[in-house]
Nanobody, 122 residues
C-alpha cells in the first residue's frame, strides 16, 4: 500500500487548507485512515482518524471544532479540511492507514505516507 498526501502549503493565521491522502496498491484490507503531524523539535501528534466504511471518527483535542476529516471509500481517499488555522498548527502532516481501528495510537497503523508541509504564518 502506498499513501500519497498533498495539499500542504503556506497560509496566514485564520485561513484554511485542505489536505488529501490517497491510498493505492493493495487497499482492500484498509479499514481506517488518519492524520498525524509533527512540528520541529516536537513529537508526532495525532490529528484525526476515520474508518472508511462506518462510524468511528476521532479528533485530537487541539483541532476539535476546527478540522474536519472526511472520506471516500470507493477512492480509498481521506480529506482533512483545516479551518481557523493557527501558527501552532504548523508542521509536517502525515497520512496513515491501517487494517483495524487504532484511533490516536500511531503504532497501530500499518502504512505511512511521506508527509506534506503546512506552514501557518502569524
Amino acid at each position: 500500500v502506498q499513501l500519497q498526501a498533498s495539499g500542504g502549503g503556506l497560509v496566514q493565521a485564520g485561513g484554511s487548507l485542505r489536505l488529501l491522502c490517497a491510498a493505492s496498491g493493495r487497499t482492500e484490507d484498509i479499514y481506517a485512515m488518519g492524520w498525524f503531524r509533527q512540528a520541529p523539535g516536537k513529537e508526532r501528534e495525532f490529528v484525526a482518524a476515520t474508518s472508511l466504511s462506518d462510524s468511528p471518527i476521532l479528533y485530537g483535542d487541539s483541532v476539535t471544532g476546527r478540522f474536519v476529516i472526511s472520506r471516500d471509500n470507493a477512492k480509498k481517499t481521506v480529506y482533512l479540511q483545516m479551518n481557523s488555522l493557527k501558527p501552532e498548527d504548523t508542521g509536517v502532516y502525515f497520512c496513515a492507514a491501517g487494517t483495524r481501528w487504532s484511533g490516536s495510537y500511531s503504532r497501530g497503523y500499518d502504512y505511512w505516507g511521506q508527509g506534506t508541509l503546512v506552514t501557518v504564518s502569524s
